[in-house]
């Protein structure tokens, strides 16, 4: 029944956009940023519909990405539209609306992934000391960007969905460290450590394929 009432709110919000605003309505117009400060400050929820459009594919095909199936990956779509509804006051513009959603996207399905193996969540990190003995090799962009993409996307999928979302992030929405900064609520250092070591799984898990 809450499924049912989750997607039946978002399919209200879109059909109520569409039908009092029109598909050439002047909002089509402004940035991310914009609607969502009006959605905020104007309780303007009509607009999210807006929102909606723009990613509602893209976040469905990450979804598919941490998922065992299209309905399964449909269904976690609709979940993380109502997330990202819930928490769109928390967004302060320290970082791109877009790499916000996608943040919000990848933690959600990460926490998914965990539950589903049925442990908490929490930091794959051992200290830096301890990981460094077994995973010391520098992995440099070109080395990562050489590999095979299939094959690369089957790695992906056998690390840790932390590093994998950590990956995604960086590579595929060109997040940038400083944006990653912000969204993980980390230092440089920390987060260029993560970045080394979620490099080194995936050529390490590459390789052993």
């Known amino acids: ?3 049912f ?3 039946l709110f978002l399919v209200l919000i879109g059909g109520r956009y569409r039908s009092q605003l029109g598909d050439e309505n002047r909002y089509r117009k402004f940035s991310d940023e914009e609607l969502v400060n009006i959605i905020v400050t104007q309780n303007n929820t ?12 893209k976040i469905f095909n990450k979804c598919l990405g941490f998922s ?5 990956a449909l269904d976690l779509t609709q979940d993380v539209f109502l997330n990202i509804f819930v928490k769109l006051g928390s967004f302060k513009e320290k970082s791109k609306f877009s790499s916000w959603v996608y943040a919000l996207t990848y933690n959600f399905c990460v926490n998914y992934v965990n539950r589903n193996k049925a442990r908490k969540i929490k ?10 003995n077994t995973m010391t090799a520098e992995v440099d962009d070109k080395e990562l960007f050489d590999l095979r993409s299939e094959k690369l996307q089957k790695a992906l999928t056998l690390i840790e969905p932390e590093e994998r979302s950590l990956l995604l992030l960086k590579y595929q929405d060109d997040v ?3 944006e990653l900064c912000s969204l993980l609520e980390l230092g440089e250092s920390a987060v260029k450590m993560r970045l080394k070591r979620a490099k080194a799984r995936v050529v390490q898990t590459y390789n052993s394929l």
């Open 1 to 3: 029944m809450v499924k």
């Open 176 to 178: 940038s460290v400083k």
């Open 46 to 57: 009509l607009l999210f519909g807006i929102l909606y459009d723009r990613y509602a594919n």
């Open 123 to 132: 930091d794959k990190s051992s200290p830096v000391e301890d990981q460094e």
């Open 5 to 7: 009432l989750q997607k």
């Open 68 to 72: 065992r199936s299209e309905a399964e």
